[in-house]
């Protein structure tokens, strides 16, 4: 059996990153590597002793996509599954989506269905950012397919691909602390043709978001994050945003230029603003 190694990062959601983890040994894939790397949460996470397991601690939280690229570059396997720890693996995941992988060399990656805890469909596909899908509303769904549909880009929760992949368009961007870099990922997959793959058949389960939640608060979104920050940051002032929503902000900055985030941002909040006057 094809070797497949599983890269998962843990930041403070220990209990999940466990119940991740459990998921992942609970498909009994014959040929695992699990490679899980902490982001110097406060309390260590619990790694299960197993050979097939490595585990790596971080002295300080080095960001999202820097630690998924620490684990690709321990992996040795064929395969690779960069997954969130708040997700679930169902036991079949590996048997249907290795073959869906080696069935077309043209796939670059695989992304899975998502639904909540409670079974509620989540989406896990993002269109790509402009102003036009903005101001349509368009944002990250499930397609209406039965079978696996190409897509513009899946989510980072969970991506499958091959060794061979990885060859050409290379590790995860590091110019972002978080968010965008599973978007720059499928970007670069388009660019030299190959296929970002949506397959409703396999589900997993997504807490969504839990770690970002911790330094996240809501109520600084609207104003701070659409609209205040990117400007302060176009004029180098001084950052007194909470860090979840200055890294969402950067990595938009650096995916679709400052000005077009702008006006995406401006469109969401007066979109927000309207809401509340109904």
């Given at each position: ?23 992942v ?22 790694i ?10 971080n ?72 102003i ?18 190409e ?38 997959l388009?660019l030299?043709?190959?296929k ?13 978001g ?48 400052w ?20």
């Amino acid at each position: 059996m094809e070797k497949i190694s599983v890269i998962c990062v843990n930041w403070n959601v220990g209990e999940s990153f466990t119940r991740c983890i459990k998921s992942v040994l609970d498909t009994k894939y014959p040929n695992l590597e699990l490679i899980l790397i902490d982001n110097n949460s406060h309390k260590p996470p619990k790694i299960p002793q197993d050979p097939k397991v490595t585990y790596i601690q971080n002295s300080s939280n080095i960001g999202l996509p820097r630690a998924w690229n620490q684990g690709l570059k321990k992996a040795t396997g064929e395969y690779l599954l960069v997954l969130n720890p708040d997700t679930r693996l169902p036991k079949d995941f590996f048997e249907v989506e290795l073959a869906l992988l080696k069935s077309d060399p043209k796939i670059g990656v695989v992304g899975p269905k998502f639904v909540d805890t409670d079974g509620t469909l989540q989406g896990s596909v993002f269109p790509e950012p402009s102003i036009l899908n903005t101001l349509l509303h368009k944002n990250k769904y499930t397609p209406d397919s039965k079978i696996p549909v190409e897509v513009n880009s899946v989510s980072g929760a969970c991506l499958f691909f091959s060794r061979k992949t990885l060859d050409v368009i290379g590790p995860f961007t590091e110019e972002v602390f978080m968010f965008f870099e599973d978007m720059d990922f499928c970007r670069r997959l388009r660019l030299v043709g190959l296929k970002n793959i949506f397959d409703p058949r396999v589900a997993i389960i997504h807490g969504h978001g839990q770690s970002t939640k911790q330094t996240s608060p809501d109520k600084y979104r609207n104003l701070w994050e659409i609209i205040i920050y990117p400007i302060r940051k176009l004029l180098n002032k001084p950052n007194t945003l909470p860090s979840a929503q200055r890294y969402r902000t950067e990595a938009g900055i650096w995916y679709n230029g400052w000005l077009k985030q702008l006006i995406i941002a401006l469109i969401l909040w007066t979109s927000e603003k309207l809401k509340l006057l109904k």
